[in-house]
C-alpha cells in the first residue's frame, strides 16, 4: 500500500510531513505554556533583564564618549575608592557618602570637583579623544559608584511617570531593603536655598523588583503625551505590583542609575529565580498611578474636612473625617 502513496515534490510523504509538522506545534505550544522561570533556568530562554551590567563595558563606554554633562539628582557628589572590573553591589555599600554643597556635610571641596569631572562632562577624560579603553573604563567604575552613594544618601531627584496625569519630580532613594519615592515640588519664584514641599512617602521591597526595563517599554512612558521624551532618558523598574516608570536627567545618568540597579538586583535574586515570572512589560500597571489616587483622596479629604467644619461640625470630626478620606 505505501508503493501506491502519492508522494511530494522532493520525494516526502505528505502525510508523514503534516504529522511531524503538527508534532513540532504542539511542542512549541507546551513549551510556551511553561512558567517563565522554568524557561529561564533550564532552556536559558531570556537573559536577565536587569543585567545591564553585563553588557560590554566597551559598548556603554563608546556610546558615553560624545555624551554631555549631567548631575544627577542635582546635586554634588564625592566618590572615594572604586574597585575596578567586577565590581559588586556589597563593594559599593562601604563607599564613603559624598556631600552636597555647603548645606549637606563633608563640604564643598572635593564634592564640587568630583561632581564636575565625573559627571560634568567638562575638563574630564572623556573630553580627549586620545583616551584608552582602561581609563573609560575606570570612569564608568567611578560614574556607578558616584550614582550609588546618590542614590543611598539624598536620592536622586527624577521624573516619574504615570499611565494617567501629569509627570512628578520625585526623590528617588535606595535603603538597604527598599525603594522609597516621594514628590518634591517647588512653588514659582521660590529660593532655591529654601526647602521644598514633600509628598508622602512611598517605598517597594528589594525583593519585589524584578526587572529593569531600558527605553520606553512600558504603557505609561508609551503615551502620546510621551511622543516627545527621548527613549534614551527612560527605563522601568518592574515590581510584582507594577512598574516604576522613570526619565533621567541626560542618557549618562539613566545609563548610571540601570547599573546600580543591576547591581543591586545581581545580589538580590541570586537564588530565588522562580520569583522573576512575570507578564509582558506593557502588561504592568504603573505603580505611580495609586500614588496619584492618594494624592487625590487627601485633597477630597481637606475639602470634605472644611465642609464639616462649615456646617457645625466640630475640629475632631472633621480630622477623623479627612484622615479616614487619607
Same mark, same amino acid.
Request: with cysteine; charged share 20%.
Given at each position: 500500500?505505501?508503493?501506491?502513496?502519492?508522494?511530494?515534490?522532493?520525494?516526502?510523504?505528505?502525510?508523514?510531513?503534516?504529522?511531524?509538522?503538527?508534532?513540532?506545534?504542539?511542542?512549541?505550544?507546551?513549551?510556551?505554556?511553561?512558567?517563565?522561570?522554568?524557561?529561564?533556568?533550564?532552556?536559558?530562554?531570556?537573559?536577565?533583564?536587569?543585567?545591564?551590567?553585563?553588557?560590554?563595558?566597551?559598548?556603554?563606554?563608546?556610546?558615553?564618549?560624545?555624551?554631555?554633562?549631567?548631575?544627577? #539628582?542635582?546635586?554634588? /557628589? *564625592?566618590? $572615594?575608592?572604586?574597585?575596578?572590573?567586577? =565590581?559588586?553591589?556589597? @563593594? &559599593?555599600?562601604?563607599?564613603?557618602?559624598?556631600?552636597?554643597?555647603?548645606?549637606?556635610?563633608?563640604?564643598?571641596?572635593?564634592?564640587?570637583?568630583?561632581?564636575?569631572?565625573?559627571?560634568?562632562?567638562?575638563?574630564?577624560?572623556?573630553?580627549?579623544?586620545?583616551?584608552?579603553?582602561?581609563?573609560?573604563?575606570?570612569?564608568?567604575?567611578?560614574?556607578?559608584?558616584?550614582?550609588?552613594?546618590?542614590?543611598?544618601?539624598? #536620592?536622586?531627584?527624577? /521624573? *516619574?511617570? $504615570?499611565?494617567?496625569?501629569?509627570?512628578? =519630580?520625585?526623590?528617588? @532613594? &535606595?535603603?538597604?531593603?527598599?525603594?522609597?519615592?516621594?514628590?518634591?515640588?517647588?512653588?514659582?519664584?521660590?529660593?532655591?536655598?529654601?526647602?521644598?514641599?514633600?509628598?508622602?512617602?512611598?517605598?517597594?521591597?528589594?525583593?519585589?523588583?524584578?526587572?529593569?526595563?531600558?527605553?520606553?517599554?512600558?504603557?505609561?512612558?508609551?503615551?502620546?503625551?510621551?511622543?516627545?521624551?527621548?527613549?534614551?532618558?527612560?527605563?522601568?523598574?518592574?515590581?510584582?505590583?507594577?512598574?516604576?516608570?522613570?526619565?533621567?536627567?541626560?542618557?549618562?545618568?539613566?545609563?548610571?542609575?540601570?547599573?546600580?540597579?543591576?547591581?543591586?538586583?545581581?545580589?538580590?535574586?541570586?537564588?530565588?529565580?522562580?520569583?522573576?515570572?512575570?507578564?509582558?512589560?506593557?502588561?504592568?500597571?504603573?505603580?505611580?498611578?495609586?500614588?496619584?489616587?492618594?494624592?487625590?483622596?487627601?485633597?477630597?479629604?481637606?475639602?470634605?474636612?472644611?465642609?464639616?467644619?462649615?456646617?457645625?461640625?466640630?475640629?475632631?470630626?472633621?480630622?477623623?473625617?479627612?484622615?479616614?478620606?487619607?
Amino acid at each position: 500500500m505505501s508503493g501506491d502513496r502519492v508522494m511530494g515534490p522532493f520525494g516526502i510523504d505528505p502525510l508523514r510531513f503534516t504529522f511531524v509538522c503538527f508534532s513540532l506545534l504542539i511542542a512549541f505550544v507546551f513549551y510556551l505554556l511553561l512558567p517563565r522561570g522554568i524557561r529561564v533556568h533550564y532552556f536559558g530562554a531570556y537573559p536577565k533583564r536587569y543585567a545591564w551590567s553585563a553588557r560590554s563595558r566597551t559598548r556603554r563606554s563608546q556610546s558615553h564618549a560624545g555624551g554631555g554633562g549631567s548631575t544627577i #539628582g542635582g546635586s554634588s /557628589i *564625592a566618590t $572615594g575608592t572604586t574597585a575596578t572590573g567586577a =565590581t559588586g553591589y556589597r @563593594q &559599593l555599600q562601604g563607599i564613603g557618602l559624598g556631600a552636597a554643597g555647603a548645606g549637606t556635610a563633608g563640604g564643598p571641596g572635593t564634592a564640587s570637583y568630583a561632581s564636575s569631572s565625573i559627571l560634568g562632562g567638562g575638563t574630564n577624560s572623556r573630553g580627549n579623544g586620545a583616551n584608552s579603553n582602561p581609563d573609560l573604563e575606570q570612569n564608568d567604575e567611578i560614574v556607578i559608584s558616584a550614582a550609588m552613594q546618590q542614590l543611598r544618601d539624598p #536620592g536622586v531627584l527624577i /521624573i *516619574a511617570h $504615570g499611565s494617567r496625569g501629569k509627570p512628578k =519630580t520625585v526623590r528617588l @532613594q &535606595l535603603t538597604e531593603s527598599a525603594i522609597t519615592w516621594r514628590t518634591e515640588t517647588r512653588k514659582k519664584g521660590q529660593p532655591k536655598d529654601s526647602k521644598p514641599k514633600m509628598g508622602k512617602l512611598h517605598q517597594v521591597p528589594l525583593s519585589h523588583i524584578m526587572y529593569v526595563d531600558v527605553g520606553k517599554q512600558t504603557t505609561a512612558l508609551r503615551r502620546v503625551e510621551n511622543a516627545s521624551v527621548s527613549e534614551t532618558l527612560c527605563f522601568s523598574l518592574l515590581t510584582k505590583e507594577g512598574s516604576l516608570d522613570l526619565e533621567a536627567n541626560s542618557p549618562r545618568e539613566r545609563d548610571a542609575l540601570v547599573s546600580c540597579f543591576s547591581l543591586v538586583l545581581d545580589e538580590v535574586h541570586a537564588q530565588n529565580w522562580r520569583d522573576i515570572y512575570r507578564g509582558p512589560s506593557s502588561d504592568m500597571p504603573s505603580s505611580f498611578d495609586d500614588f496619584d489616587q492618594q494624592q487625590g483622596g487627601g485633597q477630597q479629604g481637606g475639602q470634605n474636612q472644611q465642609q464639616m467644619q462649615q456646617g457645625g461640625v466640630d475640629g475632631t470630626g472633621g480630622a477623623q473625617s479627612g484622615l479616614r478620606n487619607i
